[in-house]
């Protein structure tokens, strides 16, 4: 119905049962930004063996947002033209050792800093709901050796981290009865701490072995008062929690890639290889809601390979490449409305299926 009915008045007058679903709406947000930063990096030999980096970064950020949105039905404007200016500006400097175990081996350790300027929420049309996020800032610890052995037909290389973040920013809905509300908050202090270790190896001159394993694990230290206190409307539970997870990371990942190229007649060659790759199971959204696959990601491994042919001369290579071929049915993502309170609907981004390619590549050069 556009325009009020007789008897109705706004804001009700698009839907006089329920004004909740009067909901469309005419939005218009601009966010002008402007940076700028000096930096400046040394490296200094200590000692045969060891060398000290060090450096810093001055950052400046300005941002003007202004926003204004009017109900399509009512008229009414929800934000009329409203300007919001800030700015932020932070120091971040970094230190590094690299001592030289041997000439193919290098032991490292590091702290380096990291800035990322504030804003506000703009996905609203409520005044009251315009809230601002402030800077989010991390102190990174790594630790870590990068080394190549057996006349380098063997590569090596390890590093545990350790990263602390103040005030870390993130994203999250608030379901508001039959709305949801889309904020972006900070979070006071959180902490990211794992390691990764990557092997790489070449047995014979045809054969190529490559093995990775990552563990992280992160940890909410301690909440904004004001982010705590954000509850789902309708069930009351808090949609941060000190127990809430990092969304999109994964407690385990492992990759493992087998590659053998077989030598043809006339100094043609035909590859061969096969990819895995795993990936423990995640949230999409700091909310850790997992009523769906919108919201949860099950274990998932992943299975691709591929076969090349390069003629003699190396001038063209025709390749058949095939991915995920479990045909496995994973999330990517979504919208999980399914709450108590909401719509009853979800909706689900999926992976894609099992995929074959075949591709032509020519050498236009010499």
């Known amino acids: 119905v556009i325009g009020c009915p007789s008897g109705y008045t706004p804001p009700n007058c698009g839907n006089p049962t329920n004004g909740t679903f009067n909901q469309e709406t005419d939005a218009y947000n601009a966010v002008d930004n402007d940076t700028w930063a000096l930096f400046a990096q040394g490296i200094f030999q200590l000692t045969d063996r ?4 060090a450096g810093v970064r001055f950052s400046h950020d300005e941002k003007v947002f202004t926003v204004t949105s009017t109900s399509v039905n009512t008229g009414i404007a929800g934000l009329d033209g409203v300007r919001l200016t800030d700015d932020w500006e932070e120091a971040t400097p970094m230190l590094s050792l690299k001592y030289q175990l041997r000439p193919d081996a290098v032991l490292y350790g590091s702290v380096s800093t990291g800035f990322k300027s ?19 800032t991390v102190t ?5 050796l990068k080394s190549e052995w057996l006349d380098q037909r063997l590569r090596l290389n390890a590093a545990v981290f350790y990263n602390d973040y103040e005030d870390l920013q993130l994203q999250y809905v608030i379901p508001l009865g039959y709305q949801a509300l889309t904020v972006v908050g900070n979070v006071a202090k959180a902490t990211v701490k794992g390691f ?37 409307r309708v069930t009351q539970k808090a949609v ?5 997870q990092l969304p999109k990371a994964p407690e385990w990942t492992r990759n493992l890639g087998l590659k053998y190229t077989f030598p043809l007649e006339g100094g043609a060659e035909l590859a061969v290889r096969g990819d895995y790759r795993y990936t423990s199971e995640y949230f999409h959204r700091f909310n850790n809601e997992a009523l769906s696959a919108a919201g949860l990601r099950p274990a998932l491994g992943l299975v691709s390979t591929y076969v090349a042919y390069t003629p003699a001369n190396g001038q063209w290579e025709l390749a058949l490449s095939g991915t995920n071929l479990t045909d496995e049915m994973y999330s990517t993502g979504g919208t999980d409305a399914a709450v108590g309170g909401g719509l009853g609907i979800s909706a689900i ?18």
Do not use: H
Request: charged share 25%.
């Open 118 to 136: 504030g804003g506000w929420n703009l996905r609203t049309s409520n005044p009251a709901e315009l809230r601002s996020f402030e800077p989010e």
């Open 240 to 244: 941060i929690s000190l127990d809430t």
């Open 50 to 53: 060891l060398d000290l980096t």
């Open 349 to 366: 981004n999926v992976g894609p299926p099992r995929m074959w390619t075949l591709t032509y590549r020519k050498n236009l050069g010499n």
């Open 196 to 232: 990764e270790f990557e092997l790489t190896a070449k047995p014979n001159p045809n054969f190529d072995l490559n093995l990775g394993i990552g563990y992280m694990d992160d940890e909410f230290k301690e909440l904004d008062p004001e982010l705590a206190n954000d509850r789902n």
């Open 140 to 144: 990174a610890y790594e630790v870590g």
